[in-house]
């Protein structure tokens, strides 16, 4: 089943069991892969949906940090939640060890050793890190600390 099919089968699950965040949620992401389908004018695949769902768990933890500077802890509370509820939608994530067994990887595979390197190591580490949830920013502070940058 794919993460539209399921989205759409839980939304109808979360609207029968009155779930009001659940539902919310799901409508919300819904609508996002909904619009990327109508941009892109086809049926979006599993890596395409999974990348409208990364954006929306961006976004929410840009405006839970928001939210927070401006001392508003309940509607940062309120992001974390949906945040929770995509991230469920999406495969687990990388570990720590094997983001740095990524960077490791991709230094030596592409022979970077300085910091004017990164965006070749950066594009290999994520090729090698595809198909799991990984923070890009994470893999950045690994790779320019391993450069030197």
Do not use: C, W
């Not at 509370?77 to 687990?92: Q, S």
């Amino acid at each position: 089943m794919s993460i539209v099919e399921k989205t759409e089968r839980d939304l109808v699950a979360a609207l029968k069991a009155q779930e009001a965040l659940k539902l919310s949620v799901l409508r919300m992401m819904k609508a996002a892969l909904v619009n990327k389908k109508v941009e892109l004018g086809k049926v979006l695949d599993d890596p395409e949906a999974l990348a409208v769902l990364r954006t929306l768990v961006k976004q929410r933890h840009e405006s839970a940090e928001a939210f927070r500077k401006g001392g508003r802890d309940d509607l940062a509370d309120k992001e974390e939640a949906e945040i929770k509820i995509v991230e469920g939608y999406l495969p687990a994530a990388a570990s720590e060890e094997e983001i740095d067994a990524a960077v490791a990887a991709a230094i030596a595979e592409t022979g970077a050793s300085t910091a004017k390197d990164l965006g070749k190591a950066m594009k290999a580490a994520m090729a090698k890190l595809a198909g799991k949830n990984v923070d890009g920013r994470r893999v950045n502070e690994k790779a320019r600390a391993r450069l030197g940058g």
